[in-house]
């Protein structure tokens, strides 16, 4: 059956970073348009970025952008988010998510699979 299992949250001070990873297993990795998504405590889960099937393109969250960065390894089955200047407001669990050939990036709804999440914690 089809696994995305993501790792690398933790806790972290503003100003730091981290680097989630999610890996999949189960399927055939480079045909997914691959995302990650966020959900705050009380809050929606929220669009964080994207990265095409072919990784030729990517797509951040205003929010995001400028400090985050998506990739993908397909040779590894792996997608990856590199957050930078993290701010407590990025506090959240991550979770990444694949789309069959997928070209509508935004909403979550359109996604096939999804990971169980990872904690991100940042302190100000």
């Known amino acids: 059956q089809v696994q995305l299992v993501e790792s690398g949250g933790g806790l972290v001070q503003a100003g730091g970073s981290l680097r989630l990873s999610c890996a999949g297993s189960?399927?055939?990795?480079?045909?997914?348009?691959m995302a990650w998504f966020r959900q705050a405590p009380g809050k929606e889960r929220d669009f964080v970025a994207a990265?095409?099937?072919?990784?030729?393109?990517?797509y951040y969250a205003d929010s995001v952008k400028g400090r985050f960065t998506i990739s993908r390894d397909n040779a590894k089955n792996t997608v990856y988010l590199q957050m930078n200047s993290l701010k407590p407001e990025d506090t959240a669990i991550y979770y990444c998510?694949?789309?069959?050939?997928?070209?509508?990036?935004?909403?979550?709804?359109?996604?096939?699979?999804w990971g169980q999440g990872t904690q991100v914690t940042v302190s100000s």
């Open positions: 189960g399927l055939t990795f480079r045909r997914y348009s």
């Open positions: 998510a694949a789309q069959y050939y997928g070209d509508r990036y935004y909403n979550g709804r359109e996604y096939d699979y």
């Open positions: 990265i095409t099937w072919s990784g030729g393109t990517t």
